[in-house]
């Protein structure tokens, strides 16, 4: 059983998954810090200087220890650029990983030369047509 789960996780589609998780999620932040801070700044300046972290819509106020319950739709209007410029930023790198697969599979392989006794029995065949 040990050397069936070594052969699973060594296999290079697994590695490769892992790999890709991993980058997955730190490209994640990478994006999420440029939606947070380079992109909703500019938009909010755009807009008349609007902070979306702070748009939302108070339920019931705070009073003493109890905190304020609020739809924080701010918040959310930042999710889902952040949600849209990941899945544009995926969408390039899957589009740009076909394009170059598709370049490696136009290249057709040369054709394999036949063992050495079918190039006879092709020159025995030729030299008894000739006669």
Do not use: C, H
């Not at 810090?33 to 300046?45: E, R, T």
Request: proline share 5%; charged share 20%.
């Amino acid at each position: 059983m040990w050397k069936e789960f070594k052969e699973f996780a060594i296999k290079g589609n697994v590695m490769d998954l892992a790999v890709a998780v991993i980058i997955g999620a730190a490209f994640g932040k990478i994006v999420s810090s440029l939606v947070n801070d380079v992109i909703m700044p500019i938009i909010g300046l755009i807009i008349g200087g609007i902070d979306f972290t702070v748009l939302k819509i108070v339920l019931t106020p705070a009073v003493g220890d109890t905190p304020e319950v609020a739809i924080l739709y701010g918040t959310f209007i930042q999710t889902v650029v952040d949600f849209f410029l990941i899945a544009l930023s995926v969408f390039f790198v899957v589009k740009l990983a076909s394009k170059f697969k598709k370049k490696e599979e136009a290249a057709p392989a040369a054709p394999a030369a036949p063992p050495q006794d079918v190039v006879l029995l092709t020159e025995i065949r030729d030299l008894l047509k000739a006669k």
